[in-house]
């Protein structure tokens, strides 16, 4: 791979949070690794976010990538529990920043419609488009799909923003 780029995804939350990484060279995708944070729910809440800092320092540290995406977060009835999620998402922003990787944030509904077509696919659909976009993936979780979903969107982005430039185009 000459010019390939290694870009971790991840789909933040306080119970699991799902990470995977993957490497574009060209229109070329290839699955990497992934995997699920799992902070202990008995912990102290400021532990548990502290468990998902070190744990996605842990992936950074291990697998080098280049570039970063997160899921932005979606609003619930439940106030106390879009907080909650938002403070996962703050450090899941925060542990690849203080690597020094440029972060790029991404709707679940553009994430879906990169990788299923559709911005109202479920989780099985995602599951499955991911399992053919990354055959060498295997069958992994409903997290660490959605994380390697939103790697996908971030490498489809990087092309279009690539491809605009090179036309001389906005994007």
């Known amino acids: 791979m000459t010019n390939a780029i290694r870009i971790l995804g991840l789909d933040p939350g306080l119970r699991l949070t799902g990470w995977g990484i993957i490497t574009i060279d060209g229109a070329r995708l290839s699955h990497v690794a992934h995997g699920v944070?799992?902070?202990d729910?008995?912990?102290p809440f400021a532990t548990r976010l502290l468990t998902l800092f070190d744990g996605i320092m842990d992936v950074i540290a291990q697998y080098a990538p280049q570039e970063a995406a997160v899921e932005e977060t979606f609003l619930n009835s439940n106030a106390a529990s879009t907080l909650k999620l938002g403070h996962a998402r703050?450090?899941?922003l925060i542990?690849?920043?203080k690597a020094g990787l440029p972060v790029a944030e991404y709707a679940a509904k553009v994430v879906k419609k990169a990788v299923v077509g559709t911005g109202g696919a479920d989780k099985d659909q995602v599951a499955f488009m991911i399992a053919r976009l990354l055959p060498t993936a295997g069958s992994p979780t409903a997290d660490?799909?959605?994380a390697l979903a939103v790697a996908i969107a971030?490498?489809?982005a990087r092309q279009i923003t690539s491809l605009n430039r090179r036309l001389g185009t906005a994007a």
């Open 95 to 97: 542990a690849p920043a």
């Open 41 to 43: 729910n008995a912990a």
């Open 90 to 92: 703050a450090a899941a």
């Open 144 to 146: 660490a799909a959605d």
């Open 154 to 156: 971030h490498a489809h």
């Open 37 to 39: 944070i799992k902070p």
